[in-house]
């Protein structure tokens, strides 16, 4: 070991060689490298190719690159214990080495590439017999090219005595190169230019995909079909090498719209994705926030944005990282251009600036822009085409699988801190819960806890929790069942209230025609959820007025047992313009298209048309927008029932409606005697001997009535004396014109 003193290099030549420059004088003729060491610090090791040059360093002396000083950490003039060795010293031999590569001066530097094969060669020729150490620093100049900075990554090597042998290769700190040695390149993390070629390192190729994210841990529920779809258009290109995506002509996608009813998932989604991709931090804005009062304001919101992904784009280009804008609520800003009252154009020309952001003159391939919103019919169509939202996802309402999946999700912790009963069955949750959106779910837990935690609650005076509620405190079916009941109901569920509401008197099977109506609205019903159907099915239930045939389709409706169930009627829309009928009429079947199985009641069919016999009169928009929509095939894989009633078939037939149903169903009077009696004995009303009575005096006589206004007559004479009730009933139908005849009573 002699001491030696560190200098700079006089030259810039010497730089270029990587070598340690020394003076012949000093060292043996055969001496091929040294092994420098820190007299303060005998444990820390460099190892350098040396040569001799003409009017070397002086004796004594030692000449170093600056990348070298820097490298081992040496002064100038700091003295250095220095060992020599020959160029057959018995070091491990390099088999692969993988080195980070960049410009050595980024100034002015424009994007180009570099043939990975040329560089390896160059590297080969250059320092074949030079000993390589990790986290060494290289100077390597290529023809025509600007000089290059090296880092050594990583080395894989052999023993000297194994090389031959066939000996499996392992991590090494230093080595000696060979000229057959296996050299990968990577881009340095700022640099600007690609790598293209096989001697590319597959590190190079970095997934975009976090390692670190656990897909199982996403708390995301009944999303994997629109995950994976999502996955597919918009993040493949990009876990490929850019050269074959070059190769391909393919564009990485860089707008993704999520859209679909509240509360099922977006939001969350979008944030996943965020976390799940390895990029910048996301930028994550309300939509809202983006406008601002002042003019041009709003749009300098949108360029900030977008002002990180271009600057890196400019400075670092295909090797830029990838930026993520998180728009929740887009539609806020994004609204059709013209669509907004006033004249300022604020929105117009917020949306020209997105555009002009995403896709415009000067794109930018490092971004991705994630859309949410909840009326994707509201936002600009320029904003949808491809190269911009490109990737549109409608998330929407899970299905028994998903809504396991995110009962699961959030009773995880409960289940973990044994704080929910055995009998709490969650595939039975899940079947009960159709139509549930995530956000409903999640309500649907909360209010079970709730419930199981106002058990221990005595309030007498004052409110006192059980001291040991602790120990006590358990959620249990009925707290769920509970929650079904009184606390969370679906946002696109069966409208139950409606329903029971028609079918308040039941319904009276009072003869053939009812049996008939109910079997044949069985198998339509059966149609419509059947696999291989055009997924549409509907049908028009007319006949006279009062004839029971809202209380018919309701129970078609109800025993359908579809997921959604939706009554569209008139006294619903009261006050109505035209155009806001029209516009409820269009929610009612777009939300249905949101379920896998969904039924529309629409009721008075003529009376939502606004018709009018004196005239007539009849609203013709509402017509068109209904006749459009019975026509119209639900989405793929959706299946839609509607049941219309009328009293106006004739009517509908000279507008042309009738043509759109799938088929009638006709709902006549009560016509004989004999359903009379089968009416009223469905009642504790009437003695035998009155309905014995009741039924020969109207025996051989024709009876007009519908069931509706025989059960009213009904109500009406049960307030009678018992004794009157046959002889009021009978008196009643022949006044209101139901007997065809006036002198049967005595």
Same mark, same amino acid.
């Given at each position: 070991?002699?001491?030696?003193?560190?200098?700079?290099?006089?030259?810039?030549?010497?730089?270029?060689?990587?070598?340690?420059?020394?003076?012949?004088?000093?060292?043996?003729?055969?001496?091929? &490298?040294?092994?420098?060491?820190?007299?303060?610090?005998?444990?820390?090791? =460099?190892?350098?190719?040396?040569?001799?040059?003409?009017?070397?360093?002086?004796?004594?002396?030692?000449?170093?690159?600056?990348?070298?000083?820097?490298?081992?950490?040496?002064?100038?003039?700091?003295?250095?214990?220095?060992?020599?060795?020959?160029?057959?010293?018995?070091?491990?031999?390099?088999?692969?080495?993988?080195?980070?590569?960049? &410009?050595?001066?980024?100034?002015?530097?424009?994007?180009?590439?570099?043939?990975?094969?040329?560089?390896?060669?160059?590297?080969?020729?250059?320092?074949?017999?030079?000993?390589?150490?990790?986290?060494?620093?290289?100077?390597?100049?290529?023809?025509?090219?600007?000089?290059?900075?090296?880092?050594?990554?990583?080395?894989?090597?052999?023993?000297?005595?194994?090389?031959?042998?066939?000996?499996?290769?392992?991590?090494?700190?230093?080595?000696?190169?060979?000229?057959?040695?296996?050299?990968?390149?990577?881009?340095?993390?700022?640099?600007?230019?690609?790598?293209?070629?096989?001697?590319?390192?597959?590190?190079?190729?970095?997934?975009?995909?976090?390692?670190?994210?656990?897909?199982?841990?996403?708390?995301?529920?009944?999303?994997?079909?629109?995950?994976?779809?999502? =996955?597919?258009?918009?993040?493949?290109?990009?876990?490929?090498?850019?050269?074959? %995506?070059?190769?391909?002509?393919?564009?990485?996608?860089?707008?993704? /719209?999520?859209?679909?009813?509240?509360? +099922?998932?977006?939001?969350?989604?979008?944030?996943? %994705?965020?976390?799940?991709?390895?990029?910048?931090?996301?930028?994550?804005?309300?939509?809202?926030?983006?406008?601002?009062?002042?003019?041009?304001?709003?749009?300098?919101?949108?360029?900030?944005? #977008?002002?990180?992904?271009?600057?890196?784009?400019?400075?670092?280009?295909?090797?830029?990282?990838?930026?993520?804008?998180?728009?929740?609520?887009?539609?806020?800003?994004?609204?059709?251009?013209?669509?907004?009252?006033?004249? +300022?154009?604020?929105?117009?020309?917020?949306?020209?600036?997105?555009?002009?952001?995403?896709?415009?003159?000067?794109?930018?391939?490092?971004?991705?822009?994630?859309?949410?919103?909840?009326?994707?019919?509201?936002?600009?169509?320029? $904003?949808?085409?491809?190269?911009?939202?490109?990737?549109?996802?409608?998330? *929407?309402?899970?299905?028994?699988?998903?809504?396991?999946?995110?009962?699961?999700?959030?009773?995880?912790?409960?289940?973990? =801190?044994?704080?929910?009963?055995?009998?709490?069955?969650?595939?039975?949750?899940?079947?009960?819960?159709?139509?549930?959106?995530?956000?409903?779910?999640?309500?649907?837990?909360?209010?079970?806890?709730?419930?199981?935690?106002?058990?221990?609650?005595?309030?007498?005076?004052?409110?006192?929790?059980?001291?040991?509620?602790?120990?006590? $405190?358990?959620?249990?079916?009925?707290?769920?069942?509970?929650?079904?009941?009184?606390?969370?109901?679906?946002? =696109?569920?069966?409208?139950?209230?409606?329903?029971?509401?028609?079918?308040?008197?039941?319904?009276?099977?009072?003869?053939?025609?009812?049996? *008939?109506?109910?079997?044949?609205? &069985?198998?339509?019903?059966?149609?419509?959820?059947?696999?291989?159907?055009?997924?549409?099915?509907?049908?028009?239930?007319?006949?006279?007025?009062?004839?029971?045939?809202?209380?018919?389709?309701?129970?078609?409706?109800?025993?359908?047992?579809?997921?959604?169930?939706?009554?569209?009627?008139?006294?619903?829309?009261?006050?109505?313009?035209?155009?806001?009928?029209?516009?409820? %009429?269009?929610?009612?079947?777009?939300?249905?298209?949101?379920?896998?199985?969904?039924?529309?009641?629409?009721?008075?069919?003529?009376?939502?048309?606004? &018709?009018?016999?004196?005239?007539?009169?009849?609203?013709?928009?509402?017509?068109?927008?209904?006749?459009?929509?019975?026509?119209?095939?639900?989405?793929?894989?959706?299946?839609?029932?509607?049941?219309?009633?009328?009293?106006?078939?004739?009517?509908?037939?000279?507008?042309?409606?009738?043509?759109?149903?799938?088929?009638?169903?006709?709902?006549?009077?009560? *016509?004989?005697?004999?359903?009379?009696?089968?009416?009223?004995?469905?009642?504790?009303? #009437? +003695?035998?001997?009155?309905?014995?009575?009741?039924?020969?005096?109207? +025996?051989?006589?024709?009876?007009?009535?519908?069931?509706?206004?025989? /059960?009213?007559?009904?109500?009406?004479?049960?307030?009678?004396?018992?004794?009157?009730?046959?002889?009021?009933?009978?008196?009643?139908?022949?006044?209101?014109?139901?007997?065809?005849?006036?002198?049967?009573?005595?």
């Amino acid at each position: 070991m002699v001491v030696f003193k560190a200098v700079k290099c006089s030259a810039d030549d010497w730089a270029i060689t990587n070598c340690a420059i020394i003076n012949d004088e000093d060292f043996h003729s055969d001496t091929k &490298y040294i092994e420098v060491q820190h007299q303060t610090k005998p444990d820390i090791k =460099f190892w350098f190719t040396v040569r001799s040059v003409k009017n070397p360093p002086p004796r004594g002396c030692i000449a170093f690159s600056m990348n070298q000083r820097e490298w081992a950490q040496l002064s100038i003039n700091q003295a250095i214990n220095v060992i020599p060795h020959p160029a057959n010293v018995p070091i491990d031999f390099v088999l692969s080495v993988e080195v980070e590569v960049d &410009y050595f001066n980024k100034k002015g530097k424009t994007n180009e590439q570099f043939d990975t094969d040329m560089m390896a060669k160059e590297f080969l020729m250059l320092f074949s017999n030079h000993v390589l150490s990790v986290s060494q620093t290289l100077l390597l100049q290529l023809p025509e090219k600007p000089l290059m900075f090296i880092k050594v990554k990583s080395i894989e090597g052999v023993n000297s005595n194994e090389i031959n042998s066939g000996a499996k290769p392992r991590i090494v700190q230093f080595g000696k190169c060979l000229s057959n040695t296996v050299v990968r390149f990577v881009v340095g993390p700022n640099a600007s230019f690609l790598l293209v070629g096989r001697a590319k390192s597959q590190q190079t190729r970095v997934s975009i995909i976090n390692p670190d994210f656990d897909f199982n841990k996403m708390g995301i529920g009944g999303l994997d079909n629109e995950f994976n779809a999502i =996955f597919r258009r918009a993040f493949a290109s990009r876990v490929f090498p850019q050269e074959i %995506i070059e190769q391909l002509g393919c564009k990485h996608v860089k707008g993704i /719209l999520l859209y679909g009813p509240p509360g +099922t998932g977006k939001t969350l989604m979008a944030r996943q %994705i965020g976390q799940m991709l390895q990029a910048r931090e996301p930028k994550i804005v309300n939509g809202p926030q983006i406008l601002d009062k002042y003019v041009g304001e709003s749009e300098a919101n949108v360029r900030r944005l #977008f002002a990180d992904a271009e600057e890196e784009e400019k400075r670092c280009g295909p090797s830029s990282g990838l930026h993520i804008i998180i728009f929740d609520e887009i539609d806020a800003i994004c609204k059709a251009r013209g669509s907004v009252g006033g004249n +300022t154009g604020v929105h117009d020309t917020v949306v020209n600036q997105l555009l002009a952001k995403i896709d415009g003159v000067e794109q930018l391939n490092n971004i991705l822009v994630i859309g949410m919103t909840n009326r994707r019919d509201m936002i600009d169509e320029a $904003l949808l085409r491809p190269g911009r939202l490109e990737v549109q996802m409608e998330i *929407s309402l899970p299905d028994e699988h998903g809504r396991l999946q995110i009962l699961s999700i959030h009773t995880t912790r409960m289940k973990e =801190f044994k704080k929910i009963a055995n009998d709490v069955n969650m595939k039975e949750l899940s079947s009960l819960t159709k139509n549930f959106s995530g956000a409903e779910l999640e309500g649907l837990v909360r209010a079970a806890q709730s419930t199981a935690m106002n058990r221990l609650i005595k309030a007498n005076n004052k409110v006192e929790v059980d001291p040991d509620a602790s120990e006590k $405190l358990q959620v249990c079916r009925d707290d769920f069942l509970h929650a079904l009941e009184h606390d969370i109901k679906p946002a =696109f569920g069966a409208s139950a209230e409606a329903l029971e509401h028609f079918l308040a008197r039941g319904i009276i099977t009072w003869g053939p025609s009812v049996t *008939s109506i109910l079997e044949d609205g &069985y198998l339509l019903t059966q149609q419509a959820r059947a696999q291989d159907s055009f997924g549409l099915v509907s049908v028009l239930i007319e006949g006279p007025p009062n004839s029971g045939k809202t209380a018919l389709a309701a129970k078609l409706a109800k025993d359908s047992d579809f997921p959604f169930v939706k009554v569209c009627s008139p006294e619903d829309m009261v006050g109505f313009t035209e155009t806001a009928k029209c516009t409820q %009429i269009r929610k009612i079947f777009d939300d249905a298209y949101r379920s896998q199985l969904s039924c529309i009641l629409v009721d008075n069919i003529e009376r939502l048309l606004d &018709y009018g016999s004196i005239g007539p009169r009849y609203s013709n928009l509402t017509l068109q927008a209904l006749l459009v929509l019975l026509k119209k095939q639900p989405p793929k894989g959706k299946k839609l029932l509607v049941l219309c009633t009328s009293s106006r078939k004739q009517v509908l037939d000279e507008m042309e409606m009738l043509s759109a149903f799938t088929a009638i169903l006709h709902v006549p009077n009560l *016509s004989q005697p004999e359903e009379l009696i089968t009416v009223l004995e469905q009642f504790d009303l #009437f +003695t035998k001997q009155d309905i014995h009575k009741i039924h020969n005096q109207i +025996t051989g006589h024709k009876v007009f009535i519908g069931i509706k206004k025989l /059960l009213a007559l009904i109500d009406m004479v049960r307030q009678t004396d018992p004794k009157l009730r046959a002889i009021k009933l009978l008196t009643k139908m022949e006044e209101e014109g139901c007997l065809d005849t006036g002198t049967m009573i005595h």
